[in-house]
Protein backbone atom coordinates (compact mmCIF):
# COMPACT_ATOMS: atom_id res chain seq x y z
CA UNK A 1 0.00 0.00 0.00
CA UNK A 2 1.64 3.46 -1.21
CA UNK A 3 -0.62 5.55 1.36
CA UNK A 4 -2.33 7.50 -2.14
CA UNK A 5 -5.85 6.72 -2.29
CA UNK A 6 -7.49 7.23 -4.98
CA UNK A 7 -11.49 7.47 -5.37
CA UNK A 8 -13.75 5.84 -7.25
CA UNK A 9 -11.16 2.45 -9.07
CA UNK A 10 -13.91 2.12 -11.69
CA UNK A 11 -16.20 4.24 -13.08
CA UNK A 12 -18.71 3.73 -16.33
CA UNK A 13 -20.08 6.54 -17.69
CA UNK A 14 -21.55 8.05 -20.96
CA UNK A 15 -19.97 10.41 -23.73
CA UNK A 16 -20.71 14.25 -23.19
CA UNK A 17 -20.77 13.58 -19.41
CA UNK A 18 -18.53 14.76 -16.59
CA UNK A 19 -17.05 12.69 -14.16
CA UNK A 20 -14.60 14.16 -10.30
CA UNK A 21 -11.67 11.84 -9.47
CA UNK A 22 -10.44 12.43 -6.14
CA UNK A 23 -6.99 11.68 -4.53
CA UNK A 24 -5.64 12.01 -1.29
CA UNK A 25 -2.24 11.93 -1.07
CA UNK A 26 0.43 10.36 1.46
CA UNK A 27 0.52 11.58 4.97
CA UNK A 28 3.07 14.97 4.38
CA UNK A 29 3.24 14.21 0.88
CA UNK A 30 2.59 18.15 -0.61
CA UNK A 31 2.59 17.47 -3.93
CA UNK A 32 0.20 15.43 -6.18
CA UNK A 33 0.63 14.35 -10.04
CA UNK A 34 -1.81 13.31 -12.42
CA UNK A 35 -1.45 10.96 -14.58
CA UNK A 36 -3.21 9.21 -17.82
CA UNK A 37 -2.20 5.46 -19.15
CA UNK A 38 -4.15 4.38 -22.29
CA UNK A 39 -3.36 1.57 -24.77
CA UNK A 40 -2.30 3.96 -27.57
CA UNK A 41 -1.09 6.66 -25.83
CA UNK A 42 1.25 4.86 -22.84
CA UNK A 43 1.38 6.77 -19.58
CA UNK A 44 0.80 10.89 -20.35
CA UNK A 45 1.53 13.50 -17.47
CA UNK A 46 -1.28 15.62 -17.15
CA UNK A 47 -0.62 18.12 -14.46
CA UNK A 48 1.15 18.60 -10.88
CA UNK A 49 0.11 20.78 -7.60
CA UNK A 50 2.15 21.90 -4.91
CA UNK A 51 0.60 23.30 -1.54
CA UNK A 52 -2.21 24.21 -3.80
CA UNK A 53 -0.53 25.73 -6.78
CA UNK A 54 0.10 24.20 -10.25
CA UNK A 55 3.16 23.45 -10.50
CA UNK A 56 3.43 22.14 -13.90
CA UNK A 57 1.11 21.55 -16.90
CA UNK A 58 1.64 18.35 -19.29
CA UNK A 59 -0.89 16.66 -21.81
CA UNK A 60 -3.74 18.26 -20.39
CA UNK A 61 -6.77 18.94 -22.24
CA UNK A 62 -9.27 21.62 -21.79
CA UNK A 63 -11.72 19.90 -21.12
CA UNK A 64 -9.92 18.68 -17.79
CA UNK A 65 -8.91 20.69 -15.21
CA UNK A 66 -7.98 20.18 -11.45
CA UNK A 67 -7.10 21.15 -8.49
CA UNK A 68 -5.47 20.51 -4.99
CA UNK A 69 -7.42 22.16 -1.60
CA UNK A 70 -6.18 23.26 1.51
CA UNK A 71 -6.46 20.07 3.02
CA UNK A 72 -4.01 18.72 -0.32
CA UNK A 73 -6.47 16.28 -1.99
CA UNK A 74 -6.68 16.89 -5.35
CA UNK A 75 -9.69 16.44 -7.37
CA UNK A 76 -9.20 16.13 -11.61
CA UNK A 77 -12.54 16.67 -12.88
CA UNK A 78 -12.72 15.45 -16.64
CA UNK A 79 -16.22 17.06 -18.75
CA UNK A 80 -17.19 16.47 -22.20
CA UNK A 81 -16.26 13.18 -21.91
CA UNK A 82 -15.20 11.22 -25.00
CA UNK A 83 -14.27 7.85 -26.04
CA UNK A 84 -10.94 8.49 -26.25
CA UNK A 85 -10.72 9.47 -22.78
CA UNK A 86 -11.18 5.94 -21.74
CA UNK A 87 -8.45 5.38 -19.33
CA UNK A 88 -6.47 4.46 -16.07
CA UNK A 89 -5.94 7.58 -14.47
CA UNK A 90 -3.38 7.87 -11.90
CA UNK A 91 -2.72 10.61 -8.90
CA UNK A 92 0.73 10.04 -6.67
CA UNK A 93 2.33 12.23 -4.57
CA UNK A 94 6.00 13.41 -3.36
CA UNK A 95 7.46 15.23 -0.48
CA UNK A 96 9.19 18.16 -2.53
CA UNK A 97 12.26 18.35 -3.30
CA UNK A 98 12.91 14.85 -2.41
CA UNK A 99 12.98 11.69 -5.13
CA UNK A 100 10.57 9.13 -5.69
CA UNK A 101 6.78 9.73 -6.36
CA UNK A 102 4.27 7.01 -5.04
CA UNK A 103 1.39 6.37 -7.02
CA UNK A 104 -2.44 5.32 -6.14
CA UNK A 105 -4.26 2.39 -7.49
CA UNK A 106 -5.69 4.52 -10.08
CA UNK A 107 -9.30 5.17 -11.36
CA UNK A 108 -10.19 3.17 -14.27
CA UNK A 109 -12.31 4.95 -16.30
CA UNK A 110 -14.62 3.95 -19.27
CA UNK A 111 -16.78 6.16 -21.43
CA UNK A 112 -19.23 4.53 -23.11
CA UNK B 1 13.39 13.42 -29.63
CA UNK B 2 12.40 11.37 -26.73
CA UNK B 3 13.07 12.27 -23.38
CA UNK B 4 13.13 8.96 -22.08
CA UNK B 5 13.71 5.52 -24.62
CA UNK B 6 13.18 2.11 -23.34
CA UNK B 7 14.19 -0.05 -26.82
CA UNK B 8 12.67 -3.14 -25.29
CA UNK B 9 8.87 -3.99 -25.74
CA UNK B 10 9.57 -7.19 -24.24
CA UNK B 11 11.94 -9.58 -22.70
CA UNK B 12 12.53 -13.29 -21.34
CA UNK B 13 14.00 -14.32 -18.27
CA UNK B 14 14.63 -17.25 -16.84
CA UNK B 15 13.47 -17.73 -13.46
CA UNK B 16 16.69 -17.40 -10.98
CA UNK B 17 18.92 -15.56 -13.47
CA UNK B 18 19.54 -11.83 -14.22
CA UNK B 19 17.93 -9.42 -16.51
CA UNK B 20 18.76 -5.62 -17.28
CA UNK B 21 16.38 -3.67 -18.85
CA UNK B 22 17.62 -0.92 -20.61
CA UNK B 23 16.95 3.24 -20.43
CA UNK B 24 17.90 5.98 -22.25
CA UNK B 25 17.55 9.40 -21.35
CA UNK B 26 17.83 13.43 -22.98
CA UNK B 27 18.12 16.39 -21.17
CA UNK B 28 20.29 19.18 -20.59
CA UNK B 29 19.18 19.70 -17.08
CA UNK B 30 22.03 18.97 -14.72
CA UNK B 31 19.90 18.41 -12.43
CA UNK B 32 17.50 15.66 -12.79
CA UNK B 33 16.34 12.28 -11.49
CA UNK B 34 16.01 8.72 -12.89
CA UNK B 35 13.19 6.33 -11.51
CA UNK B 36 12.41 2.57 -12.36
CA UNK B 37 8.52 1.70 -11.78
CA UNK B 38 7.13 -1.58 -11.56
CA UNK B 39 3.19 -1.96 -13.11
CA UNK B 40 1.78 -5.82 -12.16
CA UNK B 41 -0.98 -6.74 -14.40
CA UNK B 42 -3.26 -5.34 -11.35
CA UNK B 43 -2.69 -2.07 -12.81
CA UNK B 44 -0.73 -0.24 -9.42
CA UNK B 45 2.77 1.61 -10.12
CA UNK B 46 4.85 0.54 -7.70
CA UNK B 47 8.11 2.38 -7.71
CA UNK B 48 11.45 0.52 -7.42
CA UNK B 49 14.56 2.32 -7.72
CA UNK B 50 15.49 6.40 -8.05
CA UNK B 51 19.19 7.71 -9.23
CA UNK B 52 19.92 11.52 -8.43
CA UNK B 53 22.18 13.09 -11.40
CA UNK B 54 24.38 14.20 -8.80
CA UNK B 55 24.61 10.38 -7.14
CA UNK B 56 28.34 9.12 -7.20
CA UNK B 57 27.35 5.82 -6.39
CA UNK B 58 24.51 3.22 -8.30
CA UNK B 59 21.45 3.07 -6.34
CA UNK B 60 20.63 -0.54 -5.48
CA UNK B 61 17.46 -1.44 -3.56
CA UNK B 62 17.56 -5.37 -2.57
CA UNK B 63 17.37 -6.99 -5.89
CA UNK B 64 16.99 -4.33 -7.91
CA UNK B 65 20.19 -1.97 -9.35
CA UNK B 66 20.18 0.90 -11.65
CA UNK B 67 23.62 0.80 -13.47
CA UNK B 68 23.59 5.03 -14.11
CA UNK B 69 26.13 6.03 -17.17
CA UNK B 70 25.74 9.46 -17.36
CA UNK B 71 28.11 10.06 -19.80
CA UNK B 72 25.89 7.60 -22.20
CA UNK B 73 22.95 9.04 -21.14
CA UNK B 74 21.85 5.48 -19.62
CA UNK B 75 19.68 4.39 -16.47
CA UNK B 76 19.42 0.66 -16.68
CA UNK B 77 17.92 -0.83 -14.39
CA UNK B 78 19.36 -4.69 -13.56
CA UNK B 79 17.31 -6.90 -11.73
CA UNK B 80 19.01 -9.94 -10.14
CA UNK B 81 18.01 -13.44 -9.14
CA UNK B 82 14.16 -13.07 -11.08
CA UNK B 83 11.25 -14.55 -9.54
CA UNK B 84 8.07 -15.52 -11.02
CA UNK B 85 6.44 -12.16 -9.36
CA UNK B 86 8.68 -9.94 -11.24
CA UNK B 87 6.79 -10.82 -14.74
CA UNK B 88 5.26 -7.57 -15.22
CA UNK B 89 5.87 -4.01 -17.38
CA UNK B 90 8.88 -1.97 -16.18
CA UNK B 91 8.56 2.34 -16.85
CA UNK B 92 12.00 4.33 -16.38
CA UNK B 93 10.99 7.99 -16.10
CA UNK B 94 12.83 11.35 -15.98
CA UNK B 95 12.08 13.95 -13.54
CA UNK B 96 13.23 17.88 -14.68
CA UNK B 97 13.34 21.10 -12.94
CA UNK B 98 11.87 23.43 -14.72
CA UNK B 99 11.80 26.97 -14.35
CA UNK B 100 9.69 28.48 -11.37
CA UNK B 101 10.29 25.97 -9.10
CA UNK B 102 8.41 23.54 -11.64
CA UNK B 103 9.32 19.93 -11.98
CA UNK B 104 8.51 17.86 -15.16
CA UNK B 105 8.01 14.13 -14.94
CA UNK B 106 8.53 12.10 -18.63
CA UNK B 107 8.12 8.31 -18.63
CA UNK B 108 9.04 6.12 -21.43
CA UNK B 109 6.93 3.29 -23.07
CA UNK B 110 8.36 0.63 -21.07
CA UNK B 111 9.44 -2.84 -21.07
CA UNK B 112 7.11 -5.81 -20.50
CA UNK B 113 9.25 -8.68 -18.63
CA UNK B 114 8.34 -12.41 -18.48
CA UNK B 115 10.05 -14.70 -16.26
CA UNK B 116 10.01 -18.09 -17.11
CA UNK B 117 9.79 -20.85 -14.70
Known amino acids: DSGVTQTPKHLITATGQRVTLRCSPR?????VYWYQQSLDQGLQFLIQ???????AKGNILERFSAQQFPDLHSELNLSSLELGDSALYFC???????????FGQGTRLTVV | AQKITQTQPGMFVQEKEAVTLDCTYD???????LFWYKQPSSGEMIFLIY??????QNATEGRYSLNFQKARKSANLVISASQLGDSAMYFC??????????????FGTGTKLQVIP
Open chain 1, 92 to 102: ASSVQGTTEAF
Open chain 1, 27 to 31: SGDLS
Open chain 1, 49 to 55: YYNGEER
Open chain 2, 27 to 33: TSDPSYG
Open chain 2, 51 to 56: QGSYDQ
Open chain 2, 93 to 106: AMREALSGGYQKVT
